[in-house]
């Protein structure tokens, strides 16, 4: 059964960091292309920032200059890094593995505030 397991949220306060983990139960890992998106209330789920499976990869322009996307293929696990949080970036962050098939993880929750 394919897992994919985020943690690493947590309560920041604005212009704080955080780092953001996806462990994937995948035999393929290296093979998924993989992604981090978000939701925050009300709102529709987003894409935040992609990787491709060469690590190409791509970032909203919403968190461009401030988040690093990133993956490691022997620990199959991908990564978040999130600086210069705003309170805009509260959501729940969801991670994505892409390639025959589409899964999704149930998401950790990010809130900046005060």
């Known amino acids: 059964q394919v897992q994919l397991v985020e943690s690493g949220g947590d309560l920041v306060q604005p212009g704080g960091s955080l780092r953001l983990s996806c462990a994937a139960s995948?035999?393929?890992?290296?093979?998924?292309?993989m992604g981090w998106y978000r939701q925050a209330p009300g709102k529709q789920r987003e894409l935040v920032a992609r990787?491709?499976?060469?690590?190409?990869?791509n970032y909203a322009d919403f968190v461009k200059g401030r988040f690093t996307i990133s993956r490691d293929n022997a620990k199959n696990t991908l990564y978040l890094q999130m600086n210069s949080l705003k309170p805009e970036d509260t959501a729940v962050y969801y991670c994505?593995?892409?390639?025959?098939?589409?899964?999704w993880g149930k998401g950790t929750l990010v809130t900046v505030s005060a």
């Open positions: 990787i491709s499976s060469e690590s190409s990869t």
């Open positions: 995948l035999s393929d890992f290296r093979r998924y292309a």
């Open positions: 994505n593995a892409r390639w025959i098939f589409n899964y």
